[in-house]
């Protein structure tokens, strides 16, 4: 079961047994499912495992979110080669963390260029933003009038960062789905 990579304001994961109430009566019916905030994914994963759909469209206003997605379905091994790598070298001690943080920080700043990268660079540049988001402050994403990344490191002990497996479950249940950058509009 594919579950959220990323943690997003606004997250619907605990509301999903609210929101399940509330879903049509004859959505067994429905042929079409549309998310146009796609955030974490939560709902999404919870809808693509409870339901059939003949076509499932997602989107989101923020390209670098749209980007992970798009890169978890078509590219998933490069993505994770690049985050163990990341996740390898992230320091074992709390004080040397900060550093490594604001390192991946400045690489992923480095370039904002999306549409010029090849598929190699936005795999390490997802791998980098999941990296980033399980270490940053509360899991945040913020730019500055730049286009920077700036938020500070956090102080976790531990950071979760998701799995390979996790990830390869998000592969799947990407495949088929429709990922769009746009409005909700």
């Not at 540049?125 to 509360?138: D, H, W, Y």
Request: aromatic share 12%.
């Amino acid at each position: 079961m594919a579950k959220p990579f990323l943690k997003w304001a606004g997250g619907k994961r605990q509301l999903i047994s609210e929101i399940e109430k509330r879903l049509p009566s004859n959505i067994e019916e429905i042929e079409t499912y549309v998310e146009p905030f796609i955030g974490g994914g939560a709902l999404l994963f919870h809808m693509l495992e409870n339901y059939e759909f003949e076509q499932v469209y997602i989107s989101d206003i923020n390209p670098e979110l749209v980007l992970c997605y798009k890169q978890l379905q078509t590219s998933v091994k490069d993505v994770i080669k690049s985050l163990e790598k990341l996740v390898a070298n992230f320091p074992s001690i709390t004080g040397e963390r900060s550093d490594y943080f604001y390192e991946v920080r400045e690489l992923w700043n480095s370039n904002l260029d999306i549409e010029s990268m090849s598929n190699k660079q936005k795999s390490e540049r997802v791998a980098q933003m999941i990296f980033l988001n399980k270490t940053c402050f509360n899991g945040l994403f913020r730019l500055n009038r730049s286009g920077k990344f700036n938020v500070p490191t956090g102080r976790y002990k531990n950071p979760s960062f998701p799995s390979s497996d996790s990830l390869m479950e998000v592969h799947v249940a990407l495949q088929g789905v429709k990922i769009h950058h746009a409005s909700y509009e």
